[in-house]
């Protein structure tokens, strides 16, 4: 794959919005997989657009809502249109300067993000995004998420600007944490947790109490990874439907006790699962 699979990133578009994107912090995975994808040593930029098997689209969905939304200071104006614009606005800007989205009708393109709002950018319209592959940390079929076509992607914290190991993590054998959530009380399966798990048990935390380091925390708990389609985690992890969220601290109890990228790491297996895609979407002739 790093050999062959290469990547065309439309150069249209200004920062922030486009081309920039968070380095840091929760959503930190958005901006480091946009600085390693278009730096020019990448080993997956392709030289010319026609040599390209997909191509990125490099808006910040992050972006969008600190310098759009986050100005205006009325709750009430939280409504996805305006992102639903820019991003609609960005694919014309593209569609009509280059063939590539037309001739496939937007099959070999793709995002990404880790925001909460990344899946909102089709609603407005679903014909034009029907076949766009949206690679997304939010990958709620509920919320529009196409397992066949989207990619599920880690949401990993970054407390300094590189990918590298986490510095305050633990081996799996000395987590003291059995499961740990944090977030805000929104969506049905957040609130079926904090009902269930809120204030009740140490070793099943919820929320995120002032004080404590999210990193730190994630470092000493056991945690879900996705790249399914790639890895059997059926081999070597536990997945807990919904309706055995009572049972999270017997189920894990009961359980015995690895910049630029570099083959199997994260961006690595983004690509692929984009690759992936890609090859299973025959484009029309």
């Known amino acids: 794959m790093v050999k062959r699979f290469k990547v065309w990133?439309?150069?249209?578009?200004?920062?922030?919005?486009?081309?920039?994107?968070?380095?840091?912090?929760?959503y930190a995975i958005e901006g480091q997989f946009i600085d390693e994808i278009e730096r020019d040593k990448s080993p997956f930029r392709a030289s010319h657009p026609e040599k390209a098997h997909v191509f990125f689209m490099p808006f910040s969905i992050f972006n969008i809502v600190k310098y759009v939304y986050m100005p205006i200071t009325t709750q009430t104006d939280y409504y996805r249109d305006r992102l639903q614009r820019i991003v609609t606005d960005y694919i014309k800007i593209v569609a009509d300067k280059h063939p590539y989205w037309n001739r496939s009708s937007g099959a070999d393109h793709f995002m990404l993000s880790c925001h909460d709002w990344a899946p909102d950018v089709s609603d407005d319209n679903p014909h034009l995004f029907k076949n766009f592959m949206k690679v997304l940390c939010n990958a709620n079929t509920s919320e529009g998420f196409r397992?066949?076509?989207?990619?599920?992607?880690p949401e990993i914290y970054l407390e300094f600007g590189t990918l590298g190991p986490p510095h305050q993590g633990q081996p799996a054998n000395n987590r003291p944490i059995l499961a740990f959530f944090g977030g805000r009380e929104h969506g049905q399966i957040r609130k079926f947790l904090l009902k269930q798990w809120k204030d009740k048990d140490s070793d099943v935390q919820e929320y995120l109490p002032k004080g404590p380091s999210y990193t730190k925390i994630m470092g000493q708990?056991?945690?879900?990874?996705?790249?399914?389609?790639?890895?059997?985690?059926?081999?070597?992890?536990?997945?807990?439907?919904?309706?055995?969220?009572?049972?999270i601290k017997t189920i894990l109890q009961g359980i015995p006790y690895d910049k630029p990228a570099k083959p199997f790491d994260v961006i690595h297996m983004?690509?692929?699962?984009?690759?992936?895609?890609r090859l299973n979407f025959a484009l029309p002739t």
């Open 9 to 26: 990133t439309y150069n249209e578009g200004e920062q922030p919005l486009v081309h920039d994107g968070p380095l840091n912090h929760v």
């Open 147 to 153: 397992p066949t076509r989207d990619v599920s992607i």
């Open 221 to 247: 708990t056991n945690y879900y990874l996705p790249f399914s389609d790639v890895l059997n985690w059926s081999r070597f992890s536990i997945q807990i439907s919904v309706e055995r969220i009572p049972e």
């Open 270 to 277: 983004v690509l692929h699962s984009v690759w992936l895609r």
